[in-house]
């Protein structure tokens, strides 16, 4: 079973500030989802990566298959990124399919 | 137009009823989600779908269960409703199973007294 853990739990920054929240998961994967969940409660994917990194905009994902690590980072905060950020292990394979969340991180981008 | 639409937005119903959500998708995916997100706001997988095979989280109830009419809807029902079923239900759909973001629903808040 693999489990996934978020750090830091809550994150107060600056605008403008640089923002690394952290995600570790136990076992090998397939991919790794970033989601963001706006205070109003929808969800949106940011991110899926499997090896390497992805930017999009401000945002930045990194991944680290061998030390089992992923980190997302905000370039530039602004008060609008204040949401609650999640990752998530997803491993599929032959009839099989398991995702597994981190507990979020959230985060409050303070003008 | 929406994605991933759900409907109701809010659910309140009493122990022991039985009641359905309903999910579409207009984005012409293969797979279907379901989950569960608790008062503490972590969410667990449910189920995954596609036209062929449903995946089950094995610590789903067998209360609960998905009903796909066709590729781009995907139903949860839930029988015999419990305190505990409280929560809100988000629905998603990908290209296919553990391939592709995952687009999500609004979610439906349901509320049992």
């Known amino acids: 079973k693999n489990e996934v853990e978020q750090s830091p739990q809550n994150l107060t920054a600056q605008e403008g500030e640089f923002i690394t929240i952290n995600c570790s998961y136990s076992?090998?994967?397939?991919?790794l989802h970033w989601l963001q969940q706006h205070p109003g409660g929808g969800i949106v994917s940011l991110f899926m990566l499997s090896s390497g990194k992805k930017k999009h905009g401000r945002l930045i994902a990194t991944i680290n298959i061998q030390e089992k690590h992923s980190s997302l980072h905000i370039t530039a905060s602004h008060p609008r990124d204040s949401a609650v950020y999640i990752c998530a292990a997803a491993y599929s394979g032959a009839g099989s399919y398991q995702l597994t969340f981190g507990k979020g991180t959230k985060l409050s981008v303070i003008p | 137009d929406t994605a991933v639409s759900q409907t109701p937005k809010y659910l309140v119903t009493q122990m022991g009823n039985d009641k359905s959500i309903k999910c579409e998708q207009n984005?012409?995916?293969?797979?279907m989600y379901w989950y569960k997100q608790d008062s503490k706001k972590f969410l667990k997988i449910m189920f995954s779908y596609n036209n062929k095979e449903l995946i089950i989280n094995e610590t789903v109830p067998n209360r609960f269960s998905p009903k796909s009419p066709d590729k781009a809807h995907l139903n949860l029902h839930i029988n015999s409703l419990e305190l505990g079923d409280s929560a809100v239900y988000f629905c998603a759909s990908s290209r296919r199973a553990g391939e592709g973001e995952q687009y999500f629903g609004p979610g439906t808040r349901l509320t049992v007294t």
């Open positions: 984005l012409g995916h293969d797979t």
């Open positions: 076992v090998g994967i397939s991919a």
